[in-house]
Each structure stands twice: as structure tokens, then as C-alpha cells.
Nanobody, 127 residues
Framework: QVQLVESGGGLVQAGGSLRLSCAAS????????MGWFRQTPGKEREFVAV??????????YYADSVKGRFTISRDNAKNTVYLQMNSLKPEETAVYYC??????????????????WGQGTQVTVSS
């Protein structure tokens, strides 16, 4: 019902920045919470950040590990969510996934709460 298309991944040196974008299409007239997860081989997909719709308070939550460095935002007119990543660290090399759900965020979210996923975009941070 909802398709998520990501862009902006790539190779960056430690301390550098990237901005990821995720464009949603399909039945996007509903009130979707949008967020970002990341995953490395052999590890579970982990929460990064999430933002709710304005009607629910425009709530934003971040993983503790990215607070102060990452910023999530959304442009509802474009059905797009962004993740600005600054001061990137090598250990943050991962496939980053855009996510959507009708659930209202109350903090850190788990993959089981997500209804739709993007294809993932590789972010590689070199030391």
C-alpha cells in the first residue's frame, strides 16, 4: 500500500555528514509515523530516529547514540522524510532503512512496530 524510496547513502569519512531522503508513495493520505533504522551483518535492525505527524504532537525521538548529531525532519507536502547525519563514526556503517507505521511513537521503536520498509541504502563511514 505504501512504497518507500530512499536516497542519499554513500561513502563518507569519519566526522563527515550525509543526508538521507525517503520519499513515500501510494496510500500516503493516512497519518503515518516515519522513521529510520539501521542494520549491519549479523546484527538486528536497530532504531535510529522517528517523527510523528503534527496532529499527534509532532513528536521526535532519537536513539541515545545519535542524539545531538542526527536530525530527523519531514516535508509532508512532498511525502518525504529526511535524516541529517553529522559527525559520523565508523561504527555507524550500516544499511539504513526508511520505515513507516500508523503507530504513534512513544519513544524508541522496534522493528515489529513497523508496517512498511524501504529497500535500504548503504552508508559507509571510513576511518
Amino acid at each position: 500500500q505504501v512504497q518507500l524510496v530512499e536516497s542519499g547513502g554513500g561513502l563518507v569519512q569519519a566526522g563527515g555528514s550525509l543526508r538521507l531522503s525517503c520519499a513515500a508513495s501510494g496510500r500516503t493520505s493516512g497519518s503515518y509515523t516515519m522513521g529510520w533504522f539501521r542494520q549491519t551483518p549479523g546484527k538486528e535492525r536497530e532504531f535510529v530516529a522517528v517523527v510523528s505527524e503534527t496532529w499527534s504532537g509532532g513528536r521526535i525521538y532519537y536513539a541515545d547514540s545519535v542524539k545531538g548529531r542526527f536530525t530527523i525532519s519531514r516535508d509532508n507536502a512532498k511525502n518525504t522524510v529526511y535524516l541529517q547525519m553529522n559527525s559520523l563514526k565508523p561504527e555507524e556503517t550500516a544499511v539504513y532503512y526508511c520505515a513507516a507505521t500508523l503507530r504513534r511513537p512513544m519513544g524508541v521503536m522496534t522493528p515489529s512496530e513497523i508496517n512498511y520498509w524501504g529497500q535500504g541504502t548503504q552508508v559507509t563511514v571510513s576511518s
